[in-house]
């Protein structure tokens, strides 16, 4: 592989752990890469990027729990919950293809920018305003949510985040801190099934997750001492979903062209 491919994969997947920790969907930037810039085909990369995808929240999780943002016991239920609906999204995924999901992701998106502009005070609140999610209502919800990220991974981050700041009230950037310690978690077993059945690449999937890993821990502890990173979260997740509906309505190749 040539030098300057081995740096866009490097800076691309920085990008993507900064997005991740942040927002969501820095896995559109690392899938880009290593579909269209490394011609590899859809499953492989799926595999692929789960490498970058653990290293990036293993580094994540690791600065927000320096910084006393991460608490397990008060998010259990939604932990396990999603742990378990992504073990069973991953290995559906390893059967079928995901190109049906992809068409339904992007009107998702489309519902998702209209839930995060509705009344933006709702996701600038601090943690003390949160309450107790009933069971009833955080299993079905996040047991969904695990099977979606354990699926395809792309875009998980963001109904994740809608979730736990809008149903079980967390603050943003502790909603992100109770996310990376989720994916991080599922991502380990998804590796070893991904590799299973042959499906990672792991010199491209450590290249990127080398430049994961040090944007998911610079974002991470960066978010966690900032005393305005609510807003800031807030504003690169409204960002990330309108560039992401740019992309998917073909918005930007319209523009570019």
């Not at 590899?40 to 789960?50: D, H, I, V």
């Not at 305003?129 to 079905?140: D, G, H, M, Y």
Request: glycine fraction near 10%; aromatic fraction near 16%; charge should be positive.
């Amino acid at each position: 592989m040539d030098v300057y491919l081995y740096l866009i994969a490097i800076v691309g997947g920085f990008f993507a752990g900064v997005l991740n920790t942040l927002a969501g969907n820095g896995s559109a930037i690392t899938l880009s890469i290593l579909t269209e810039v490394l011609g590899m085909p859809g499953n492989l990369a799926n595999g692929t990027n789960r490498v970058g995808v653990f290293f990036q929240t293993m580094a994540s999780t690791a600065a927000f729990k320096r910084n006393d943002k991460l608490h397990f016991g008060k998010s259990r239920i939604i932990v396990i919950s999603t742990f378990i609906g992504a073990i069973i999204g991953g290995i559906v995924a390893i059967q079928v293809s995901n190109e049906q999901f992809k068409f339904v992701f992007k009107y998702l998106m489309l519902a998702m920018l209209f839930v995060i502009l509705v009344n933006p005070k709702r996701w600038l609140k601090t943690s003390d305003q949160r309450f107790e999610i009933s069971p009833w209502l955080a299993i079905p919800i996040f047991l969904s949510l695990g099977f979606y990220g354990g699926f395809i991974q792309m875009g998980m981050g963001i109904f994740f985040l809608a979730a736990t700041v809008l149903i079980a009230k967390y603050d943003i950037i502790e909603a992100n801190a109770v996310k990376v310690l989720i994916v991080c978690s599922y991502t380990f077993f998804l590796v070893l099934l991904f590799q299973w059945k042959g499906l990672i690449d792991w010199k491209i999937g450590l290249i990127i997750a080398l430049g994961q890993s040090a944007g998911g821990y610079t974002s991470a502890s960066w978010s966690s001492r900032y005393k305005n990173a609510n807003l800031w979260a807030y504003r690169i997740l409204v960002l990330v979903v309108i560039v992401v509906l740019f992309r998917l309505f073909g918005i930007y190749d319209w523009i570019v062209n």
